[in-house]
């Protein structure tokens, strides 16, 4: 996985993420699958730094926004800008949700939900199996 910040997209075939990605990885990212809550490592980290797209690298979030939601995935009210993320309607369940995803490889993440803490209002509830986490500094 390339650590970079840049918005090229990134398009691969399916035999092409299942060679670079664990059968979790893939499932919850190309197949917009759902970890279950309390599992990933992520749910409890506390060190500062960035949390990348396991597929591609991209920044999206900041452990400057992480916060406990109690909700059982890493959560965040912001993601570092607006353009890394894209949102679409989710009729997948009987409640309609909105799917957040990666804005460069089209990786799903998750889900947002308009429950978060000030400054935005919004909970980007994450799948933990998405993410990268790239410490910063000698927390």
Request: charge should be negative.
């Amino acid at each position: 996985m390339p650590a970079t910040d840049r918005n090229d997209k990134v398009e691969k075939t399916a035999a092409q993420w299942r060679a670079e990605l664990t059968p979790e990885q893939y499932r919850i990212t190309r197949l917009g699958g759902t970890e279950p809550p309390f599992s990933s490592p992520y749910y409890t980290e506390k060190r500062r730094g960035i949390y990348r797209c396991v597929c591609c690298g991209q920044a999206l979030f900041s452990s400057d926004t992480k916060y406990d939601s109690g909700s059982g995935w890493p959560s965040f009210f912001a993601p570092v800008s607006e353009d890394v993320i894209t949102e679409a309607p989710d009729h997948k369940l009987a409640m309609p949700r909105t799917e957040i995803r990666c804005a460069r490889c089209d990786a799903h993440l998750g889900h947002v939900f308009p429950d978060g803490p000030l400054p935005t209002g919004l909970r980007y509830c994450t799948n933990g199996g998405a993410l990268a986490f790239e410490p910063q500094g000698n927390d």
